[in-house]
């Protein structure tokens, strides 16, 4: 067994966001990460372009928008998050703990993307050009979620939370 989910929420510091446990296994086709947002914080609203997500809500409550309607989350809720789906998280005022599970992104190419007709992400060569009308965000993103307060920085390359102040996650580092 990798982890015990309750045990890893009940390990952590009282009041930590963002990870609190990640699948680090090598030869790994998947990436998992264990997520605490506090209370009131949210994950903004963005599109994945690429990956279908697997969202197991373990704790707390909150919930889920895809920019039409909002679905309430509590434990045991099991949400799929298809690829060019639009997603947000808030979490309730007991916060939210959940396991979210996606394909291994590959290593980093040099390239152009391109989207065809029916939404599907290619890494081309030189000279491709990229149909995509909406940029999407890696489906981690931790290195910009606060782990003091759990709030999402809306900027890609801030350092520090606007909320409280504290020192973010160094890119790459999660």
Known sequence: MLVALHEAV????????????????????????????????????????????????????????????????????????????????????????????????????IGFRTVDAEGTADAGGAGGSSGASEGGEAPCSLDRVCPACGRMSGETDARYCARCGEELPARGTL
């Open 10 to 109: 009940a390990a952590a510091e009282e009041g930590q966001g963002g990870a609190l446990w990640r699948l680090a296994e090598r030869g790994r086709q998947l990436d998992a990460n264990l997520v605490r947002l506090s209370a009131g914080a949210a994950v903004a609203e963005h599109v994945e372009s690429e990956l279908d997500v697997l969202l197991v809500v373990v704790d707390g409550d909150g919930l889920l928008d895809n920019g039409v309607e909002r679905r309430a989350l509590e434990p045991g809720a099991v949400a799929w998050l298809p690829r060019t789906a639009r997603r947000g998280l808030l979490a309730g005022p007991n916060g939210l703990v959940y396991l979210s599970v996606h394909q291994r992104r590959p290593g980093l190419r």
